[in-house]
Every structure is written in structure tokens, then in C-alpha cells.
């Protein structure tokens, strides 16, 4: 089956200017998380979705950042204004179950910004 | 808050040679707790889980144990392989369905 696809792979803008985001999570996956993953780090939730709506979004800095998964496939997430701190990978990952019945998640290859 | 974290942030050994990485958890209530392999440039990928009401779990080349007692989780990984080095991030998850909550990590560097 195909993975959870991202876009754009890489991409640099300059403090205060905008970006956005892609994910296409695996098919039928109804529950796709956004995590950033700032270098050294391991990731950290920023919103988690099931269908179109949002499960868990309290660690989401929504004076800067918005997510949306409107039709309960594919989600973009918008920074804007973007802030030097901002400069990390975005990750997006839908959930499968695990052999244990775990919370196993799926990640793309994620999206790396840099803030300049 | 509560999280996950590891005990070391690099571990080096060998080509063959046994690796074993340690990770310390806080939150008792976690029901799962999921290792991750996450490579250069690439995202997360699963390795293997457990249960809180298992010890043990084997998989191929890689066993998980778990001691909830003094709340440790390891990994240990048979024959290392080039090929495993890579940052290993533990995770832990409720039942309830909630995000996982990752650790810092370990830098796993195989030398041949």
C-alpha cells in the first residue's frame, strides 16, 4: 500500500512570511497527526485529527499556526507569521493498529523548513 | 508534564555485536509503548510495541522488554547491522487512542 505522502520535501522562507503544508495519509486512515520534530528532538504532537474533526490541537500555537483536514483525507497546516523557532521537519502520520493493538503510527518523510 | 526519554543519546558498537538501548518513562498509566527507527532525512518508522500487561515481545532481531516496576523499557537488537544505525526513539500510548509522546532518542552508530 502506498505511505502517507508529503509536500514540499523542503522548503526556506524568511521570518514573518507564510507556509503551508500537505498530507496525504494512507488510505482509509481516519486518524492523521501532525507533529513537529525540531532537530535533536524526538516529535512532538501538534494536532491530532479523526475524519475532519479535531481531537487534540492543545499543544498547537493558534496564534500562528492552523490545520485543516476538510473533507477527512488530505490536511494542510499554515504558519503564519513564521518565526526563526519555527525551523524544524513537520511530520504527518495516520494511525494503523499495531500486532498489540498499539497506537502504531505511519509517518511520511516530512517537511523540512527553515526560517531565515 | 509527563514523557518519555532515554538514557543515552549515542551508543556505538560493532558490526555483530549485541545493541541494547534504554529508555525511563514517567507515566505509569501508559498502556503501550512503541519503539521507533528513524533514519537520516526519513520519518519514524515502527519497529516494535508491547503491552503493559507483557514483559517480553520478540520480533526479528529485535526484543523489547519492559519492567514496569522502575518503569524502564529496552531494546535490544541481535547482530547489529550497518544498516541499524539510525536514531531509536521510544514511545508510549493509552488506550484511549490519544497521540504517542516521544523521547529525545539514541544515536546508534555501527562501526564494520
Known amino acids: 500500500e502506498a505511505g502517507v505522502a508529503q509536500s514540499p520535501r523542503y522548503k526556506i522562507i524568511e521570518k514573518r512570511q507564510s507556509v503551508a503544508f500537505w498530507c496525504n495519509p494512507i488510505?482509509?486512515?481516519?486518524?492523521l497527526y501532525w507533529y513537529q520534530q525540531i532537530l535533536g528532538q524526538g516529535p512532538k504532537l501538534l494536532i491530532q485529527?479523526?475524519?475532519?474533526?479535531?481531537?487534540?490541537d492543545s499543544q498547537l500555537p493558534k496564534d500562528r499556526f492552523s490545520a485543516e483536514r476538510l473533507k477527512g483525507v488530505d490536511s494542510t497546516l499554515k504558519i503564519q507569521p513564521a518565526k526563526l523557532e519555527d525551523s524544524a521537519v513537520y511530520l504527518c502520520?495516520?494511525?494503523?493498529?499495531?500486532?498489540?493493538?498499539?497506537?502504531?503510527?505511519?509517518f511520511g518523510a516530512g517537511s523540512r523548513l527553515t526560517v531565515l | 508534564g509527563e514523557s518519555v526519554g532515554l538514557h543515552l543519546p549515542t551508543l556505538s558498537v560493532q558490526e555483530g555485536d549485541n545493541s541494547i538501548i534504554n529508555c525511563a518513562y514517567s507515566?505509569?498509566?501508559?498502556?503501550?509503548f512503541i519503539w521507533y527507527k528513524q533514519e537520516s532525512g526519513k520519518g519514524p518508522q515502527f519497529i516494535i510495541d508491547?503491552?503493559?500487561?507483557?514483559d517480553k515481545r520478540q520480533g526479528q532481531r529485535v526484543t523489547v522488554l519492559l519492567n514496569k516496576t522502575v518503569k524502564h523499557l529496552s531494546l535490544q537488537i541481535a547482530a547489529t547491522q550497518p544498516g541499524d544505525s539510525a536514531v531509536y526513539f521510544c514511545?508510549?500510548?493509552?488506550?484511549?487512542?490519544?497521540?504517542?509522546?516521544f523521547g529525545k532518542g539514541t544515536t546508534l552508530s555501527v562501526s564494520s
Open positions: 502520520a495516520s494511525r494503523v493498529a499495531g500486532s498489540s493493538g498499539a497506537n502504531v503510527l505511519t
Open positions: 488510505s482509509g486512515h481516519a486518524t
Open positions: 507515566n505509569s498509566a501508559s498502556d503501550y
Open positions: 485529527f479523526q475524519n475532519n474533526g479535531v481531537v487534540d
Open positions: 508491547i503491552r503493559s500487561n507483557m
Open positions: 514511545a508510549e500510548s493509552n488506550q484511549a487512542g490519544t497521540a504517542l509522546i
